[in-house]
């Protein structure tokens, strides 16, 4: 086992906001997923530094969901490869789910309308203590256990904008009674109680209004601030973020299909370095 055999991901530059989060970098080439009807999408590249606002754009059915979930580790790609803060996909995946989370994810992250807010910040914390916290955070006192979830949860909240005392019925205000940004706003706040390094956001803008959707990327873009990567799905790129597109691209990619074709040999190399430098898949 070579030295860089046990390598965890990059420990990209970037700021370290509040909640002390290393946005990841991403370096996305020739990307494409294919499914039993075709290309979800293909030919996708793109590179953000971390910390970056990134949106993927695209006509409705172009793929721009199957993206971000193959960005975050949870779906395999065709073709291509994808760095994310240094690890590899598709041979990464799962290292690359631990340090990501998704929000707003439709048929993922459903939030249930019958649930207040509270029951959900609630459930998230004890599925992260559970599931995402270390051994030696599980052996904690339970009453220190309990305040690090209570930190977590605050934490998230603030980062997330959303102020449970505003809502109609304060944290006990269900789902349903929700204003469409203040569901936004739960989703993220969910996703960031295990303080994931790379966020994805699906549907961003959907069905809102010019200053809801203002505000919403205002939302995204403080965390970006803070140093968390986000990927976010949208109808229309918003002004400095970096565009994945997933329009079809297979007229491109068969013009380039050539010029791939000659320089295959230094991209094997390349991704043969890159792979000794993220370790163990």
């Keep these: 086992m070579g030295a860089h055999d046990s390598a965890g991901p990059e420990r990209d530059g970037g700021g370290a906001g509040a909640a002390g989060t290393a946005g990841l970098s991403l370096d996305v080439r020739g990307l494409g997923l294919r499914g039993p009807r075709g ?6 590249r793109v590179t953000a530094g971390p910390g970056a606002l990134v949106a993927v754009v695209g006509p409705s059915g172009s793929g721009r969901t199957s993206l971000l979930l193959t960005l975050t580790g949870r779906m395999r790609p065709t073709e ?3 760095l994310v803060g240094g690890l590899v996909l598709p041979r990464r995946m799962a290292a690359v789910r631990r340090v990501s989370a998704l929000a707003h994810v439709p ?3 459903d939030l ?4 207040t807010v509270a029951e959900h910040l609630r459930e998230r914390a004890l599925l992260q203590r ?6 030696r955070g599980l052996l904690r006192p339970r009453r220190e256990r309990a305040r690090a979830a209570r930190q977590a949860i605050d934490r998230a909240l603030d980062a997330a904008g959303l102020d449970p005392q505003s809502l ?3 944290a006990r205000t269900a789902v349903r009674d929700l204003e469409r940004v203040e569901r936004l706003r739960l989703s993220v706040a969910l996703a960031l109680i295990g303080r994931p390094r790379l966020l994805g956001v699906d549907d961003v803008d959907l069905k809102l209004s010019p200053d809801e959707r203002a505000e919403a990327w205002e939302l995204l873009r403080s965390l970006t601030e803070d140093g968390t990567t986000v990927v976010a799905v949208c109808a229309e790129a918003p002004e400095g973020a970096v565009v994945a597109s997933t329009r079809d691209q297979d007229d491109e990619h068969d013009e380039d299909h050539e010029d791939h074709d000659s320089d295959e040999d230094d991209e094997d190399e ?3 370095d890159a792979l000794v430098e993220t370790g163990r898949s």
């Design 39 to 44: 290309w979800a999408y293909r030919g996708v």
């Design 80 to 82: 291509g490869t994808a």
């Design 107 to 109: 048929g993922v992250t």
């Design 112 to 115: 249930d309308p019958a649930l």
């Design 130 to 135: 559970r599931f995402g916290d270390s051994v």
């Design 168 to 170: 109609p019925k304060g």
């Design 270 to 272: 390349e991704d043969g």
